[in-house]
């Protein structure tokens, strides 16, 4: 039973550019959490979603900044016209029951803005 | 006030010695607990659940208090490989998700 997994694993991205990043849950887990974490600092909670719905999008910037988990393949995070600020690593996590049980997270995709 | 809060440290202990990490939350819906580690630039994984009787796993102890909104993580016998940020996680935070705190600092010395 693989884990859960995130590609790329580094991603590197000028400014303005688009960045998606993939997050394929643990089999059987329909919860997927994305967290960001920027150097030296703890990790963030950007949005909560099951299949084909968005459960909480608190964390997520208003602009530039979409997710989504589509009945069929990976989650999708996606950061449009990305600027400097946005280089940080970005955490996945699965759970097959939402915030009740615990979370296994994929090893995070690092991105950098030139 | 943080949803969750720890003390970020950093702790830096003999190997061998005993340390504690404290940890507060707001949400007094909480239902699940959770301690995890993160090894530098790596992914958090899953230290331990924590139950409301208490639980323990090898060197390791987890408590909480609901009346006080409070978690604790005990290491006893220090380990070199116990170097990490311990990250307590409380789940709901303001909205159905799993909440993580700022996470405590670790260095065991020889």
């Known amino acids: 039973n693989a884990g859960v997994m995130q590609n790329p694993r580094h991603l590197v991205r000028r400014r303005g550019q688009e960045a998606r990043l993939r997050c394929s849950p643990m089999?059987?887990?329909?919860?997927v959490y994305w967290y960001r974490q920027l150097p030296e600092e703890g990790l963030k909670f950007m949005v909560y979603?099951?299949?084909?719905?968005?459960?909480?999008e608190s964390g997520m910037p208003k602009e530039r900044f979409s997710a989504e988990f589509p009945k069929e393949g990976p989650s999708i995070l996606r950061i449009q016209q990305v600027v400097r600020g946005d280089s940080a690593a970005y955490f996945c996590?699965?759970?097959?029951?939402?915030?009740?049980?615990?979370?296994?997270f994929g090893q995070g995709t690092r991105l950098t803005v030139v | 006030r943080k949803e969750v809060e720890q003390d970020p440290g950093p702790f830096n202990v003999p190997e061998g010695a005993t340390v504690a990490f404290n940890c507060t939350y707001s949400?007094?819906?909480?239902?699940?607990f959770f301690w995890y580690r993160q090894d530098c630039r790596k992914e958090p994984k899953l230290l331990m659940s924590?139950?409301?009787s208490g639980n323990e796993d090898g060197r390791f102890t987890a408590q909480l208090n609901r009346a006080s909104q409070y978690i604790s993580l005990l290491i006893r016998d220090s380990k070199l490989s116990d170097s990490a940020t311990y990250l307590c996680?409380?789940?709901?935070?303001?909205?159905?998700?799993?909440?993580f705190g700022s996470g405590t600092q670790l260095t065991v010395l020889p």
């Open positions: 996590a699965s759970s097959p029951g939402g915030y009740l049980t615990e979370a296994f």
């Open positions: 089999k059987g887990h329909s919860h």
């Open positions: 949400n007094s819906a909480s239902q699940s």
């Open positions: 979603l099951q299949k084909e719905n968005i459960i909480d």
């Open positions: 924590v139950y409301s």
């Open positions: 996680v409380v789940g709901p935070g303001s909205a159905r998700q799993l909440t």
